[in-house]
């Protein structure tokens, strides 16, 4: 009896001699301390953060006529065009400064570039509808495609720049920023802010 007394007070001398020792030299968890800069380096490597595309359809007409009848039938030009475009805009994460974060206890503001157009594309054909004179369209005879492509992209980059359209495109960009950068600090408080 005493040898398996001896033996179960032998082993449980060794199991308990190996836990106390795992529980004082275990390996530590890699915490990382998440600052300001570990934030500012992880938004600033994602580039331009494009939150919204508008696809807007573009009406303008383009009167080059003079309003002397006389004229106009010899050298006038007046372009009806229409088309497609669709507009990407977004943020320029690569703007952001190091001040431009900030954590303080569980709150982090962020303080972000304004929304920008990052790209504009056409998506359909422009359509053009072309009446010019009679000596224009003999010695000079410009289509007008290039002159409409510019002033349809021109007007459409007015209409993206509305405040409504910047207010939803701000909203978007905090929801994205909200979910990059609960990716890295988890349990925090965003506030989000656009510089002028």
């Known amino acids: 009896m005493k040898q398996y007394f001896l033996l179960v007070v032998i082993f449980l001398s060794l199991v308990i001699g190996l836990l106390v020792g795992y529980l004082i ?11 300001s800069l570990v934030i500012y380096s992880k938004l600033q490597n ?12 573009q009406k303008l007409t383009i ?6 009848w006389w004229k106009d039938i010899f050298w006038g030009q007046q372009i009806e065009t229409s088309a497609v475009i669709k507009i990407s805009l977004g943020v320029d994460l690569h703007k952001l400064e190091s001040q431009d974060v900030q954590i303080n206890n569980k709150k982090i503001t962020l303080n972000l570039p304004a929304i920008e157009i990052k790209s504009m594309e056409l998506v359909s054909d422009i359509n053009l509808q072309n009446s010019q004179g009679v000596l224009k369209r003999l010695l000079d005879n410009d ?6 492509l510019a002033q349809l992209k021109d007007t459409a980059r007015q209409a993206a720049l509305e405040q409504a359209i910047i207010t939803r495109t701000q909203a978007a960009t905090v929801k994205e920023i909200t979910k990059l950068v609960n990716l890295i600090a ?6 989000v802010k656009f510089k002028e």
């Open 25 to 35: 030299f275990k390996p530590q968890s890699d915490q990382i301390a998440i600052n």
């Open 46 to 57: 994602q580039g331009f953060l494009i939150t919204q595309d508008y696809v807007l359809e």
């Open 63 to 68: 009167d080059n006529t003079t309003g002397q």
């Open 143 to 148: 289509d007008g495609y290039n002159k409409a």
């Open 186 to 191: 988890e349990d925090k408080d965003m506030v």
